[in-house]
């Protein structure tokens, strides 16, 4: 079964040299790395350990795919906030996996935001949370 959804499903035959090709250059762009003395966490465990380290409850989630790597990656809003964390996101800065019957409106997109404030924070808009952060 894992062959034939391999093959057939998902990725699929006809995205295999796309997907292969793709990670061949990824990389973390230069505009969004960590700086020095900066953390970049990929564990659930880490980012606990650092947010309580710094008495921090609250993570905004921003970045491509919502509905899936930003909701259910390690470290990400399924598993930090069955910890006890309020993961919120940014409408703007922030997309999801669609589909062909789905892009157009950017419908799983809005159903993710729609999870994220149902089950785990907040939805902000860019410019209330630049104002409030004095941006």
């Known amino acids: 079964m894992h062959k034939f959804r391999d093959v057939y499903v998902h990725p699929g035959v006809v995205n295999r040299e796309d997907i ?40 905004i989630y921003a970045g491509f795919a919502l509905n899936c790597c930003l909701l259910i990656s390690p470290a990400g809003m399924i598993d ?26 950017e419908m799983a997109k809005q159903l993710a935001l729609w999870y994220t404030a149902l089950f785990f924070g907040f939805v902000y808009e860019q410019a209330d949370l630049e104002k409030a952060l004095g941006k």
């Not at 762009?29 to 880490?46: F, I, R, W």
């Not at 069955?82 to 409106?105: H, L, M, P, Q, W």
Request: a negative charge; one cysteine or more.
């Open 20 to 59: 292969n090709g793709a990670q061949q250059v990824r990389d973390i762009h230069a505009s969004v790395k960590p700086l020095p003395g900066e953390y970049m966490l990929t564990e659930s465990d880490k980012l606990q350990a650092v947010c309580s380290l710094h008495e921090i409850n609250h993570l």
């Open 80 to 105: 930090i906030s069955r910890r006890g964390f309020i993961c919120s996101t940014v409408k703007e800065v922030t997309t999801a996996v669609e589909n062909d019957f789905s892009a157009s409106e």
